[in-house]
């Protein structure tokens, strides 16, 4: 009998056992179901990224068809100019004048993170400008230099981040945090000098613009008395095991070019090149990049957020085509259509285009409400007639025809016979560098050739100034401590994933260096500080 018990111990144990795998076996296989849903979910969210890319694509195909028209026209404009230099007869020197203010607005612009690469409208003119010179030689060396800065960027941000799983130094990891964020922003910089349109190099410049941002985001948080968390030392992992992967790529790209690879081909966007198909496969692998969510501008949680400035009734495409042809009925319209819809920033929009008698024009309004979100038109600058104040005045002008009111300038660019010009949204005295327009006007002839309101649009929503706790004096004081200060300024400040601050702003010089210094209004800490620095890519505000 005992022998019977145990032997039926034995098989209850059995079953339990076979139940108890039986059980293990169940759950494994949930949770490879449930990670093959996900990353099929993922891959399905990247298709309907490259979908909304689509149109994007088809405007950089629109633009270059007018950059090789502008390049055979600049090729013939630059023979007579450099005849006329030989004469002596030299054409107004290139110049650059910054406005009163505009800290947030010049580092936005100079440091690449006009959210993202896809759907700058005014990126893709400068692309026309930059690289439909006619000057072969310089296109090809810029592009060239580019690329080589951009590996080199990416082998030492992969270094730093290594740096910071050993550092036990608060103060050291700071520093390495900083040096990421310069290094990020210098390798957006480098690879948005390279001439190829940015379906080939979308998801990579979201990936470097991650690095920077988030390290940046870590950076403040030990500034104010905070550790790095365990799961955030799990999303630098992450960050850092897709930088090792790009930096092996990057590398083995590198080295498949010989002396005969001709730079200046990448122009031509021929997926066939060898960087650009490299490039490509960069993009097919996006899926290994981490997804990113915290406080900061490029999270990917902020895909979902809603743009605050897009209000009112729906329209139909033949309202958007009567919206274009009132706004630009002066520019000589020969034919206008409208050729699809995209989202623009998450903005939908109509695209509409038309043939000018000075270049074509491309414009989107947005379905909701039929405000203008962006346009460009590509038409070659010859002369200069206008000062940048003219143009000034042009821009504030338009921006109130299409319903933008209460802008101010706050930073002016000029390069060559064009200016482009940034205006913010103001309060009373109060700078709201959240809604931001950029535009570019002709110094030939006045027109307006480009703006983007994307940033306005998604930003712009009723405030209410409340006085803050310390006053400009006070914080002026603190700011004069450190810079001889030139100019002052109120400002709402972004503070990423939406949040503002309400900011003094200083801009003031040390040792023949310009500062820009916002101090917290409530809390007079100093919420940051750009230093203007002259670079290979411009001026930057660092």
Same mark, same amino acid.
């Given at each position: ?27 494994? =296989?949930?949770? &490879?179901?449930? #990670?093959?849903? *996900?990353?099929?979910?993922? +891959? !399905?969210?990247? %298709?309907?990224?490259? /979908?909304?890319? =689509?149109?994007? &694509?088809?405007? #950089?195909?629109? *633009?270059?068809?007018?950059? +090789? !028209?502008?390049? %055979?026209?600049?090729? /013939?404009?630059?023979?007579?100019? &450099? ?460």
């Amino acid at each position: 009998m005992q022998d019977e018990k145990e032997m039926k111990n034995s098989a209850i144990e059995k079953v339990e056992n076979i139940a108890d795998k039986k059980k293990a076996a169940g759950e494994k =296989r949930i949770k &490879r179901e449930a #990670a093959a849903i *996900a990353a099929a979910e993922k +891959r !399905e969210r990247i %298709r309907e990224e490259r /979908k909304v890319g =689509r149109d994007a &694509r088809a405007r #950089a195909r629109f *633009a270059r068809r007018q950059a +090789r !028209e502008i390049k %055979r026209a600049s090729l /013939k404009r630059r023979q007579e100019e &450099r005849k006329e230099m030989r004469d002596g007869r030299r054409e107004e020197k290139r110049r650059s004048v910054k406005g009163v203010s505009g800290g947030y607005i010049a580092a936005i612009v100079s440091l690449g993170c006009s959210v993202l690469v896809l759907g700058s409208l005014l990126t893709l003119s400068a692309f026309t400008d930059n690289f439909g010179t006619g000057k072969t030689n310089a296109a090809a060396n810029t592009s060239q230099r580019a690329f080589y800065e951009f590996v080199g960027y990416v082998d030492n941000m992969e270094t730093d981040m290594s740096k910071l799983f050993v550092s036990s130094d608060e103060n050291l990891r700071q520093k390495i945090l900083r040096d990421l964020t310069v290094k990020s922003n210098l390798a957006d910089a480098s690879l948005s000098q390279l001439p190829m349109t940015d379906d080939f190099k979308f998801y990579t410049s979201k990936y470097i613009n991650q690095v920077g941002d988030y390290t940046k985001y870590l950076n403040d948080r030990l500034i104010d008395g905070y550790s790095i968390t365990e799961n955030e030392y799990k999303d630098l992992a992450r960050l850092y095991e897709a930088n090792k992967k790009l930096k092996t790529s990057l590398s083995e790209l590198a080295g498949k070019i010989d002396e005969n690879y001709d730079f200046d081909m990448l122009a031509d966007n021929n997926p066939n090149d060898l960087i650009l198909s490299g490039f490509n496969g960069l993009e097919e692998n996006a899926a290994d990049y981490p997804e990113m969510i915290y406080d900061g501008p490029f999270s990917d949680g902020l895909e979902a957020r809603k743009p605050k400035g897009i209000t009112g009734e729906r329209i139909n495409e033949f309202i958007a085509k009567e919206k274009f042809e009132k706004i630009f009925g002066e520019y000589g319209l020969e034919k206008t259509q409208v050729v699809g819809m995209t989202e623009n920033s998450k903005i939908e929009c109509y695209n509409v285009t038309a043939n000018t008698d000075r270049g074509d024009i491309f414009a989107q309004f947005s379905v909701v409400g039929g405000h203008l979100v962006s346009f460009s038109s590509f038409k070659e600058c010859k002369k200069i007639n206008l000062g940048e104040e003219e143009c000034v005045g042009i821009a504030g002008r338009f921006l109130e025809s299409v319903g933008l009111k209460n802008m101010t300038c706050v930073w002016a660019q000029t390069d060559e016979n064009t200016v482009t010009l940034n205006f913010v949204y103001t309060i009373g005295d109060v700078l709201i560098y959240p809604d931001m327009v950029k535009i570019n006007v002709c110094r030939e002839n006045g027109r307006v050739i480009g703006m983007d309101a994307d940033s306005y649009y998604i930003n712009h929503t009723v405030r209410k100034i409340e006085n803050p706790a310390h006053t400009m004096a006070e914080a002026r004081e603190k700011a004069e401590k450190n810079i001889e200060v030139s100019s002052a300024s109120m400002a709402i400040t972004p503070k990423g994933n939406g949040h503002e601050i309400f900011a003094y702003e200083f801009i003031g010089t040390k040792d023949g260096s310009t500062y820009y210094i916002y101090i917290d209004a409530n809390t007079l800490k100093e919420s940051d500080i750009f230093r203007l620095v002259e670079t290979e890519q411009g001026e930057m505000l660092l």
